[in-house]
Nanobody, 127 residues
């Protein structure tokens, strides 16, 4: 099982930015699809975005409509790390953010498609 450790959460004012990091174990990290999800109090865990390899060193990312244009996922395979850059943050972005690994590499927006999960990092956006 892949071990995942998130970092970078915190408190930010609306309109601000944060970058979350997720460090992963595993010798074949470059082949993993990596997802970001979030869960607000009293709500179900929801999809934020994913990044997966589509060929060679080319990767494709997709996002939930609610974050498209504001959030960007990137990865550094040499560091076994995936990032979530969050700009123009809104109070409704407040949640615990989780990264997840899909070792099959498919990458989807479904929670149950992912094999391993991090412990989560809190993001709070004040108005």
């Amino acid at each position: 099982q892949v071990q995942l450790v998130e970092s970078g959460g915190g408190l930010v004012q609306a309109g601000g930015s944060l970058r979350l990091s997720c460090a992963a174990s595993g010798r074949t990290f470059s082949s993993y699809a990596m997802g970001w999800f979030r869960q607000a109090p009293g709500k179900e865990r929801e999809f934020v975005g994913f990044i997966r390899r589509i060929g060679g060193s080319i990767y494709y990312a997709d996002y939930a409509d609610s974050v498209k244009g504001r959030f960007t996922i990137s990865r550094d395979n040499a560091k076994n790390t995936v990032y979530l850059q969050m700009n123009s943050l809104k109070p409704e972005d407040t949640a615990v953010y989780y990264c997840a690994a899909d070792v099959s590499g498919r990458g989807t927006n479904r929670v149950n498609a992912y094999d391993s999960w991090g412990q989560g990092t809190q993001v709070t956006v004040s108005s």
